[in-house]
């Protein structure tokens, strides 16, 4: 028994601050997602008055939501680099944390659509100093031979995080009111803001007491901090972490199509909310379990078998759904796009840290995080462009956005690691 426990555990044993930073960016990671659900909810509740720049109900929720996703993006590469030009990392994720902790609470005496607005906004800011800021310490933590492992395990609590706060946020606000003791009353949206916050302040506590910058860490004031579009190596035509980031802007649309089509979707396929919903998740479930041990393969195999692999995998999972007439087909398609994405993301990370000189790790890890982000805004607005033309036709845009994200990767990116261990082939001895 103890050794299928250690066999269990062994995957996640890394160093502790980036297990304390995995876990803190869980926390917060339910509390930002709960916003997903509850904000929707705010705005069709009657709650919510004020100008609406004579926009619908849907398009200004779509606006709030959207907001955050551009703002966190285009702030990204602004923050990587000045955590880099100070060599520090804690203190970015720290204004983060406090920032979301903080708007989180406001979201109580917002009762405007420009008080929203304002809000997520600065919500998407406060965001953005910490994601590059994480993303460069785990890199600084982790070594070449465990960079992936690292990078996977951070990624796997992150995504339990997210996928828990939209289970349950719902419940939170239909719950309400609730009663504290001495008889004050909180209505359901509030509960939910305040859990948010809590959530945030949570991790900025853990963060606080158990993680610190790493020893190697470095400042790089008077360096060029900026990311080439052409390789200067002269090996490729293109620079490899630019690549890679064009490829997870790719990806990251693709894979986001699905999300503003559930009408559509559940019309085709003769189905209610609850498949459309296991169809949703069966992406995040798929990466939830194997962001980690796909990380470790990486590190032993190589990162670029991984991504190409991926990307590959891309283009069926994509296409697939556009010509889909069953539920559980459609969750099956689901959980392999996820198992898709999940070999590209980690060791995509992992291969731009290797690529990474000492104090570039928030630049050059940046690049990947905002294109992702810019993906996952543009596949929304791609399909309810799109879907008007037929059903299949968001998904056949999907399919060529990751065959180009293919052919990139494959001609355009090299390994990185020195020396691999051979891919295991099925039949093979």
């Known amino acids: 028994m103890r050794r299928v426990v250690d066999r269990g555990i062994a995957p996640f044993v890394v160093d502790r601050r980036v297990l304390a930073l995995a876990g803190a960016r869980m926390a917060d990671g339910i509390g930002n997602s709960f916003l997903i659900i509850v904000i929707p909810l705010y705005v069709s509740s009657g709650i919510v008055s004020g100008t609406a720049f004579g926009l619908g109900e849907s398009m200004i929720t779509g606006l709030i939501l959207s907001l955050f996703g551009f703002l966190n993006s285009s ?42 607005l304002v809000i997520r906004g600065l919500q998407g800011i406060s965001v953005a100093f910490i994601i590059p800021a994480s993303i460069a310490l785990v890199n600084e933590l982790a070594a070449t031979g465990n960079r992936g492992g690292n990078m996977g395990v951070y990624n796997t609590f992150r995504l339990i995080g997210f996928g828990a706060g939209p289970a349950v946020a719902g419940a939170v606000v239909s719950l309400g009111p609730y009663v504290l003791p001495g008889s004050v009353h909180v209505s359901g949206f509030d509960a939910a803001f305040y859990i948010a916050a809590i959530t945030a302040t949570t991790s900025y506590v853990l963060v606080t007491v158990l993680v610190s910058d790493a020893d190697s860490t470095a400042a790089n004031a008077g360096a060029d901090l900026s990311i080439p579009i052409l390789d200067r190596s002269g090996t490729n035509l293109l620079d490899p972490v630019f690549t890679l980031g064009v490829a ?142 037929g059903f299949e036709v968001p998904f056949v845009f999907g399919t060529v956005l990751a065959a180009f994200g293919t052919i990139l990767v494959y001609t355009q990116v090299e390994e990185t690691l020195e020396t691999t261990a051979s891919v295991p082939v099925v039949g093979s001895d």
Do not use: H
């Open 248 to 389: 997870s802007f790719f990806m990251a649309t693709s894979i986001a199509l699905f999300s503003t089509i559930q009408p559509q979707v559940n019309v085709r396929l003769e189905q209610g909310a609850t498949w459309f919903g296991l169809q949703f998740a069966a992406f995040i479930i798929a990466q939830v379990a194997l962001q980690t041990p796909i990380g470790w393969a990486c590190d032993r195999y190589g990162r670029r078998p991984f991504i190409v692999a991926g990307m590959t995998l891309l283009i069926p999972t994509t296409l697939v759904q556009g010509f889909l007439f069953s539920s559980v087909l459609m969750f099956v398609a689901r959980l392999f796009q996820g198992v898709a994405a999940a070999m590209v993301f980690a060791p995509s990370l992992a291969l731009a840290g290797d690529l990474a000189s000492e104090g570039e790790s928030g630049s050059k890890l940046s690049v990947l995080t905002m294109a992702f982000g810019y993906g996952i805004a543009a596949g929304p607005l791609s399909s309810g462009a799109l879907v008007r033309f």
């Open 75 to 116: 702030f990204q590469p602004l923050t990587g680099r000045q955590s880099d030009r100070r060599g520090r990392r804690k203190p970015f994720i720290l204004v983060g944390l406090a920032g979301l902790a903080t708007t989180n609470v406001a979201y109580v005496f917002a009762e405007t659509y420009v008080s929203l």
